[in-house]
């Protein structure tokens, strides 16, 4: 299991590097003009799970999610809170979404963020549908990100 330095050292690294020219996937890295989303921690699948084991991730992958906020909330201060619910209905009614909020819209609710040295810096807890892993991710996109 990876720990909050670990989950650091890679967001860090992610702010550092340039965005790729064009959109893909380089391990659990996917990006594209103006962004990056990796995934810091993904769960098992929960095909055959019962409800219980569900909520059992979904609550270490929050306390995980809280360690992180409250370790980058001591570098850059509070995070604003997103709720991409607004974002997934304009990009299904094909209207512009910026990255990385539109990579993540489809399978996160909310994000926390932050903007510093000129770079969005996301986190948030995403599941695609009850029976596929959970994933704790974090995306990095140009300072404009709204």
Do not use: K, N
Not at 32 to 50: K, M, N, T
Request: glycine residues 12%; negative net charge; aromatic residues 6%.
């Amino acid at each position: 299991m990876t720990s909050t330095a670990d989950h650091l050292a890679i967001i860090d690294l992610l702010r550092a590097r340039d965005f790729p020219d064009r959109r893909g996937v380089v391990g659990a890295v996917a990006g594209g003009p103006g962004f990056h989303v990796a995934d810091l921690r993904v769960s098992e699948d929960f095909w055959d799970a019962d409800l219980e084991r569900l909520i059992e991730v979904e609550e270490e992958f929050e306390a995980e999610l809280r360690a992180l906020v409250q370790v980058l909330s001591l570098r850059w201060g509070q995070p604003e809170v997103l709720d991409l619910a607004d974002h997934l209905e304009r990009d299904a009614m094909g209207e512009p979404v910026p990255e990385p909020l539109r990579s993540l819209c489809g399978y996160v609710g909310r994000v926390y963020g932050w903007r510093t040295d000129g770079r969005w810096i996301g986190l948030g807890i995403g599941q695609g549908d009850r029976e596929l892993p959970l994933q704790l991710v974090a995306a990095i996109g140009e300072a404009g990100v709204r």
